[in-house]
């Protein structure tokens, strides 16, 4: 894991932040995606627990990077139910990570455009954001499907440049997959940190690449997060 140096605000115009496992709480989805659902799957096919869960796993695999990965409507089709629905219902589960709420309103404080990239539908950001608020501290919140592309797609970051408007050089990039990250580190993003800690009920996992910080407010102190893998 690379040391944490001196972020310098004054080269930096826009701040890009992915939003679950960076802003949110990840928890959530993966409770949703690796138990509540496999649960409701299992009793509506007369599955085991385990066996529902494997066939959810290689069904969530043989999308992955792309846009029905995270396509709530897709998977209400391809499971039979309203996953939408099931968001609204557990939304009591969807929080800001430690450390969000007081970074987003220094970030602004110190005059800086905030644009959230998540790779989630928009069927998603809007039960996430009408639950936390998130949109309030934000300039924007652009979702994969209003780019065309996942995160870790090298056609998403000239895409979504023209789109929001920003200069790679004089913007921050915070995100904890570190597929994203090497995305937009080929793209040449100036500065790219990854988030070590993106659910409160697992320990926080550092980058072996980027640098890591557990918590967002330590991109104002000068803390990484010291572990590495």
Same mark, same amino acid.
């Given at each position: 894991?690379?040391?944490?140096?001196?972020?310098?605000?004054?080269?930096?115009?826009?701040?890009?932040?992915?939003?679950?496992?960076?802003?949110?709480?990840?928890?959530?989805?993966?409770?949703?995606?690796?138990?509540?659902?496999?649960?409701?799957?299992?009793?509506?096919?007369?599955?085991?627990?385990?066996?529902?869960?494997?066939?959810?796993?290689?069904?969530?695999?043989?999308?992955?990077?792309?846009?029905?990965?995270?396509?709530?409507?897709?998977?209400?089709? %391809?499971?039979?139910?309203?996953?939408?629905?099931?968001?609204?219902?557990? =939304?009591?589960?969807? $929080?800001? !990570?430690?450390? +969000?709420?007081?970074?987003?309103?220094?970030?602004?404080?110190?005059?800086?455009?905030?644009?959230?990239?998540?790779?989630?539908?928009?069927?998603?950001?809007?039960?996430?954001?009408?639950?936390?608020?998130?949109?309030?501290?934000?300039?924007?919140?652009?979702?994969?499907?209003?780019?065309?592309?996942?995160?870790?797609?090298?056609?998403?970051?000239?895409?979504?440049? %023209?789109?929001?408007?920003?200069?790679?050089?004089?913007?921050?990039?915070? =995100?904890?997959?570190? $597929?994203? !990250?090497?995305? +937009?580190?080929?793209?040449?993003?100036?500065?790219?940190?990854?988030?070590?800690?993106?659910?409160?009920?697992?320990?926080?996992?550092?980058?072996?690449?980027?640098?890591?910080?557990?918590?967002?407010?330590?991109?104002?102190?000068?803390?990484?997060?010291?572990?590495?893998?």
């Amino acid at each position: 894991m690379r040391q944490l140096g001196v972020i310098k605000w004054a080269e930096i115009d826009d701040v890009l932040l992915d939003m679950d496992g960076t802003l949110l709480d990840r928890h959530f989805d993966n409770f949703f995606f690796e138990e509540e659902l496999p649960r409701r799957y299992a009793a509506l096919q007369g599955l085991p627990f385990e066996e529902s869960r494997d066939r959810l796993m290689a069904m969530y695999r043989s999308v992955e990077g792309e846009l029905a990965w995270t396509d709530l409507h897709y998977w209400t089709e %391809r499971v039979g139910i309203d996953v939408v629905a099931m968001h609204k219902e557990l =939304d009591h589960l969807i $929080g800001f !990570l430690p450390g +969000a709420e007081p970074f987003l309103t220094e970030v602004r404080r110190r005059g800086k455009r905030i644009t959230i990239l998540t790779n989630a539908h928009a069927a998603g950001v809007e039960v996430k954001t009408a639950k936390t608020g998130l949109d309030r501290y934000v300039d924007r919140i652009v979702d994969a499907f209003e780019v065309g592309y996942l995160k870790m797609r090298p056609e998403y970051w000239p895409t979504c440049q %023209r789109l929001v408007g920003f200069d790679p050089k004089r913007a921050l990039f915070v =995100d904890d997959d570190e $597929g994203c !990250l090497h995305a +937009a580190q080929r793209f040449g993003l100036a500065q790219i940190i990854h988030s070590a800690k993106s659910s409160s009920q697992l320990p926080a996992e550092a980058s072996s690449t980027f640098t890591s910080i557990e918590h967002m407010t330590a991109l104002f102190n000068g803390h990484p997060f010291p572990a590495g893998r």
